[in-house]
Every structure is written in structure tokens, then in C-alpha cells.
């Protein structure tokens, strides 16, 4: 099992920044890749941004390209993003997803997620 714990949400005004971090930890594994997603109530969950471990290639949605910005700290196992020009539309709840290997299988794990909220 990879346990993966998120923190830096918050309530910011529009305009402002935030950044989430996102630490997977457990028994020896190897991470493919770190994501964030994000979820309103009623809605289904969307790709926000996706960074490779090996390479460090990003992608982005395009309602946050030029926003927002993942990175990595390979050594804390740690993913993050730099939320900047902040929307009231970036309202939601960002959930961090591990793609790893684990004893030879491909395995997703998901965070339990933290609050974002953009004041208008």
C-alpha cells in the first residue's frame, strides 16, 4: 500500500496563490507518475496536472495552463502545485493520484483530498 497525504488547501481570495504538497509513503515502491484532480459536489472529477518521476514532463489542463505549476522532490517522494491567479472557478477539492510499481504491477493510489476555495 502507498499512503498519500495532501495539505496546503485553504480559502484565498481571487487573484491570490496557493500550493499543495502532496508526500506518498509506504513499502518499496516506484512512481511512474503525480497528479491532481479536482472534484466539485455534483460534479465528475477533473485532470488539473500530471508530472512524470523519471523525466519531470508536465501537463496541464488547459483551463489552468499558464496558472498553475507541478513539481517534484524525488528524494521526499513529494509532488506539488503552485496554484497562482486564483478563480473562483479553481473552487473545488484537489486530490493528489500516485501511479506506481509495486511488486511488478501498476497499482493508482488517491489522497483523500483538500479544500480549495476561491473567494470572488
Known amino acids: 500500500q502507498v499512503q498519500l497525504v495532501e495539505s496546503g488547501g485553504g480559502l484565498v481570495q481571487a487573484g491570490g496563490s496557493l500550493r499543495l504538497s502532496c508526500a506518498a509513503s509506504g513499502r518499496s515502491f516506484s512512481t511512474v507518475s503525480m497528479g491532481w484532480f479536482r472534484q466539485d459536489p455534483g460534479k465528475e472529477r477533473e485532470f488539473v496536472a500530471l508530472?512524470?518521476?523519471?523525466?519531470?514532463?508536465?501537463t496541464y489542463s488547459d483551463s489552468v495552463k499558464g496558472r498553475f505549476t507541478i513539481s517534484r522532490d524525488g528524494a521526499k517522494n513529494t509532488v506539488y502545485l503552485e496554484m497562482n491567479s486564483l478563480k473562483a472557478e479553481d473552487t473545488a477539492m484537489y486530490f493528489c493520484?500516485?501511479?506506481?510499481?509495486?511488486?511488478?504491477?501498476?497499482?493508482?493510489?488517491w489522497g483523500q483530498g483538500t479544500q480549495v476555495t476561491v473567494s470572488a
Open positions: 493520484r500516485a501511479l506506481v510499481i509495486m511488486d511488478g504491477r501498476v497499482n493508482v493510489y
Open positions: 508530472i512524470t518521476w523519471s523525466g519531470g514532463s508536465t
